[in-house]
């Protein structure tokens, strides 16, 4: 079945406590990005990738990493999670930028 | 800053009417405009894609493009209570995707 994989599905921890939230795909697809979805602001995009190797930032990147080291993977790393960190994550991938985007079932992050 | 703006509603139509939901962005270079449907507590999955002026119709859905006012719509004909959910627009935007904070739509039996 064509799917993108997101785990976690929850998880609570504590403010700077290192965590990663891991997203996969099994669609062939060269475009991922992640997102954050919060009450009234609608999806914002955190970071994208073009393909094995490249990324770069979407609109909120700040205090978010990711790697992108095979083309199925793309994690999203938090180096020390705040409080506004809470939300509610989505990974999802595409063939290219231009085309349908994928979701996975999305990630609920909150950060004590 | 290059914004995605749709009204938040919610918006209420009974069974059968036809749900106008509207769309306006703010990128002139934006080449790809999707709709997608979200369920409370789901991830969004796609309902209609469009890429040139003019309508796209699909089953009940139609999708309207006007690049030359910024503006994409969707028409949903013979609403049902299972169309209730939020509907975001998306609009790509240089290399990243944009997306609007939604609308809710409510159809009542």
């Known amino acids: 079945e064509a799917q993108v994989t997101q785990n976690p599905r929850y998880l609570i921890t504590v403010t700077g406590k290192k965590l990663t939230v891991t997203c996969s795909q099994n669609?062939?697809?060269?475009?991922m990005s992640w997102y954050r979805q919060d009450p009234g602001l609608g999806l914002r995009q955190i970071y994208y990738?073009?393909?094995?190797?490249?990324?770069d930032k979407g609109d909120v990147p700040e205090g978010y990493k990711v790697s992108r080291k095979e083309k199925r993977n793309f994690p999203l790393i938090l180096e020390s999670p705040s409080p506004n960190q809470t939300s509610l994550y989505f990974c999802?991938?595409?063939?290219?930028?231009?085309?349908?985007?994928?979701f996975g079932p999305g990630t609920r992050l909150t950060v004590l | 800053q290059k914004e995605v703006e749709q009204n938040s509603g919610p918006l209420s139509v009974p069974e059968g009417a036809i749900a106008s939901l509207n769309c306006t962005y703010s990128?002139?270079?934006?080449?790809?405009f999707f709709w997608y449907r979200q369920y409370s507590g789901k991830s969004p999955e796609l309902i209609m894609s469009?890429?040139?002026?003019g309508d796209k119709e699909d089953g009940r859905f139609t999708a309207q493009l006007n690049k030359a006012s910024q503006y994409v719509s969707l028409l949903i004909r013979d609403s049902q209570p299972s169309d209730s959910a939020t509907y975001l627009c998306?609009?790509?935007?240089?290399?990243?995707?944009?997306f609007g904070a939604g609308t809710r739509l409510t159809v009542k039996p």
């Open positions: 998306a609009v790509d935007s240089w290399n990243d995707m944009r």
């Open positions: 990738s073009m393909n094995v190797e490249v990324t």
């Open positions: 669609m062939n697809h060269e475009y």
């Open positions: 469009i890429y040139s002026n």
């Open positions: 999802a991938s595409s063939l290219g930028k231009y085309n349908e985007q994928f």
């Open positions: 990128d002139r270079v934006s080449q790809s």
